[in-house]
């Protein structure tokens, strides 16, 4: 039996892509595990008043439960429209499946309530991605589910597969690509990559300050990719860009993070104003999350319910993504 998202209030990401490429702003691809980031994340584009991209991974799937994620995304609509402002519609949220990487998952999640599904073959031969992606696309289709699909290989962790170097999109294949497979948005690889660490040192300078900017996005790669592909939605993956601030924070109360480098965030907000509608962003999450825990409980070593420390984690995590919304994705306002 299939349960269609219509029926749980979520939406596709067809229309949410339309106004995105018109209106020169990237919709946030957030991952959730659990209630609180869940809160966090329909908490903080409520109030920014941000369309919402809810991921779920594999990795998410075995630790929360598919059931479990599913009617927690439900609570989620109804959660979005108790918090709606008096006269506002609520946001309109999509339920995504992050890096799945075969039909079957794909397929499982079109069948139990997600709107828009990943189907990520970047690692498979150019052919074999082709083939898979387009059958994911058939299925999906059919019922009105989205389907994301990746061309390029991001350097670090693709969700359990670890790739050494990256391998940048090549723009002569993404016309090809997307008309085989008929994919609603392409993902690419132009110098983001999964993690924290997305950089080592070596590969950085150093600025006025001393401090380690990290090479810049080819953003050469990204305009010809619009040109082949004027008007279709591009997705960015691996774009935290690892605040200094939390990571100091982390360290200060007994973390152990080293060399911990993102995506300098004025490199995002010019993507986000070009061809890229999607970013997805879960690292600086976790990071935000660790470093208040962590002051929290250093701070008040006497706390031991839950509640005192998810608490300010929530909190941290919902100050950070109203802040990327509003200040690197260009998202607020636009639901
Ligand atoms: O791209 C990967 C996302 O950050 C999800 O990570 O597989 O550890 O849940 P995960
Ligand atoms: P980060 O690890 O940079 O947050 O990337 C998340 C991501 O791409 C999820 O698919
Ligand atoms: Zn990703």
Redesign the pocket.
């Known amino acids: 039996m299939v349960t269609s998202y219509k029926k749980l209030g979520l939406t596709n990401t067809r229309e949410m892509f339309e106004k995105a490429v018109d209106g020169g702003y990237a919709i946030p691809g957030y991952?959730f595990?659990n209630m609180e980031q869940l809160q966090a994340v329909v908490g903080a584009c409520s109030e920014t008043r941000s369309p919402l991209i809810l991921?779920v991974?594999?990795?998410?799937r075995n630790?929360a439960n598919e059931t479990m994620l599913r009617y927690m995304a439900e609570g989620a609509v109804e959660y979005a429209k108790e918090i709606a402002a008096a006269g506002e519609e609520p946001i309109p949220i999509a339920l995504h499946l992050?890096?799945g990487d075969s039909f079957e998952i794909c397929k499982d999640c079109v069948d139990n309530g997600f709107s828009s599904v990943m189907i990520d073959g970047s690692q498979l031969p150019y052919e074999e991605n082709v083939e898979l992606t387009a059958k994911v696309c058939d299925y999906a289709h059919e019922h009105a589910v989205s389907v994301e699909g990746e061309l390029g290989v991001l350097a670090g962790?693709?969700?359990?597969v670890e790739a050494e170097e990256s391998v940048y999109t090549d723009p002569e294949d993404v016309e090809d690509f997307v008309s085989r497979t008929n994919v609603d948005s392409l993902a690419i690889s132009i110098g983001t990559s999964?993690?924290a660490n997305k950089f080592t040192p070596e590969q950085c300078t150093r600025n006025d300050a001393g401090e380690l900017v990290p090479p810049p996005l080819r953003f050469d790669i990204l305009e010809e990719i619009e040109e082949k592909l004027p008007g279709f939605p591009i997705v960015l993956?691996?774009s935290s860009s690892v605040p200094r601030d939390v990571v100091d924070k982390i360290n200060k109360y007994g973390g152990q993070l080293e060399d911990a480098i993102g995506i300098p965030e004025d490199q995002l907000r010019k993507a986000a104003k070009s061809a890229v509608c999607k970013i997805?962003i879960?690292?600086d999450g976790?990071l935000a999350v660790t470093a208040a825990i962590r002051e929290t409980m250093a701070e008040q070593p006497e706390v031991f319910d839950p509640r005192k420390y998810l608490g300010p984690g929530r909190e941290a995590l919902k100050e950070l993504y109203k802040h990327k919304n509003r200040n690197v994705l260009g998202s607020a306002n636009q639901a």
């Open positions: 991952n595990n991921q991974s594999e990795g998410a630790y992050d890096h962790i693709e969700d359990d999964h993690g993956h691996g997805n879960d690292s976790r």
